[in-house]
């Protein structure tokens, strides 16, 4: 079955940077699109970036961003280690959830990694 594995999230002072990770299992990695979610207390859960299937080779336009993250956080994919990646920088407050990561066109979730941003 689909597994979804995240990692990476911790504290970090506004400003700082992370890099999520996400180990998948139990589908064709390669061909499907990956995205990232999140969902902050209280909140409904929102999509953050997505990576078409050939973004590691892809020019511009294989990935697509929430406007508030764009410019700050950067989606990769590693199709040989079958993992996803989401680079953060420049945090803020507003970023703090559980982030997910997701084969876009199916509907597994993983556990989830808690991202915190406070001074």
């Known amino acids: 079955q689909v597994q979804l594995v995240e990692s990476g999230g911790g504290l970090v002072r506004p400003g700082g940077s992370l890099r999520l990770s996400c180990v998948a299992s139990g589908f064709i990695f390669s061909i499907h699109a990956m995205s990232w979610f999140r969902q902050a207390p209280g909140k409904q859960r929102e999509w953050v970036a997505t990576i078409a299937p050939d973004g590691s080779a892809a020019p511009d336009g294989s990935a697509d961003y929430l406007d508030s993250v764009k410019g700050r956080f950067t989606i990769s994919r590693d199709d040989a280690k079958k993992m996803v990646f989401l680079r953060m920088n420049s945090l803020k407050p507003e970023d703090t959830a559980v982030y997910y990561c997701?084969?876009?066109?199916?509907?597994?979730w993983g556990q989830g990694t808690q991202v915190t941003v406070s001074s």
């Open positions: 997701k084969p876009t066109a199916l509907g597994s």
